[in-house]
């Protein structure tokens, strides 16, 4: 499937990680539609391959969304992300460079909000994005986690853009946060009435594992990036620590 599309070189939005660009469909199935080109903000980027990693994420979180949405009356979507060449600029000094790679994906219209990052940030009253984040978990037996929740809410769905991956194996990337980021969600996170029966892991669990020196760097930390994006260099906790918390985490999701 062919797909073009052209983009405005001003930036409309940009993250931690990411700058955003505004367009429209030119060929393929959504053709004349708004589109979203996004480029990586640290490096220009090469390689279709770079992008890997980034394919990976959406579709390990659409496939979780899929199972939660089985199981709730408000469901989640996920924008589908299209890896793409730039073939022809009209601004030379754009930061988007001629046969540079970038994603394409739908417009969300609306009003765009962020709900919960990867590193502890929660919207108290996104009750079942809090819920679907916890559910990731429990399903993945603790091996990963959906995060970095971000989008338009239309009536009772979200359609959301830009998730992060929290992993045991800490293989999706600079923004998987991990065992931290998990802890982080979990020391703030309040179950309701999408997730009160799934099995949930408690402060008291990491005494003796989490010393109370790191735990208060994780914590200065989530308040310093507030509701933004947590890079994997930013984290504080040594190895040893992450391989026993994944430990407890296993144990916890386990139970019945």
């Known amino acids: ?31 004349g539609r708004k589109c979203v080109t996004k480029e990586c903000k640290k490096q220009h980027t090469w390689k279709a391959t770079d992008y890997d990693t980034t394919v990976e994420i959406y579709e390990k979180a659409k496939e979780l969304a899929t199972g939660f949405n089985s199981k709730t009356t408000r469901p989640i979507y996920f924008t589908e992300v299209h890896v793409m060449r730039v073939t022809k600029q009209g601004d030379p000094s754009a930061t988007l460079k001629l046969h540079e790679y970038c994603t394409c994906e739908d417009y969300i219209a609306g009003a765009y909000k962020k709900y919960c990052n990867n590193y502890g940030y929660i919207d108290s009253s996104a009750h079942s994005l809090q819920a679907f984040m916890h559910w990731s978990w429990w399903r993945s037996d603790s091996e990963v986690m959906v995060s970095d929740l971000q989008g338009v809410r239309k009536d009772e769905q979200y359609m959301l853009t830009d998730p992060a991956i929290c992993s045991l194996a800490g293989g999706y990337g600079e923004t998987d946060t991990g065992v931290e980021g998990m802890i982080m969600f979990f ?6 009435e999408f997730c009160s029966t799934l099995p ?5 669990d990491f005494i003796g594992i989490i010393p109370q020196e ?10 310093q990036i507030g509701s933004s994006t947590t890079y ?7 190895a ?17």
């Open 187 to 192: 020391l703030r996170h309040q179950c309701n």
């Open 240 to 256: 040893g620590v992450k391989r026993k918390v994944g430990e407890v985490f296993r144990t916890t999701a386990q139970r019945s």
């Open 200 to 204: 949930k892991p408690s402060l008291r």
């Open 232 to 238: 994997k260099v930013e984290l504080n906790l040594p």
């Open 1 to 31: 499937m062919s797909l073009t599309a052209t983009f405005s070189t001003t930036s409309f939005a940009e993250g931690r990680f990411r700058r955003a660009y505004k367009g429209t469909w030119t060929e393929g199935p959504h053709v």
């Open 214 to 223: 790191l735990l208060s760097q994780c914590k200065t930390l989530a308040a």
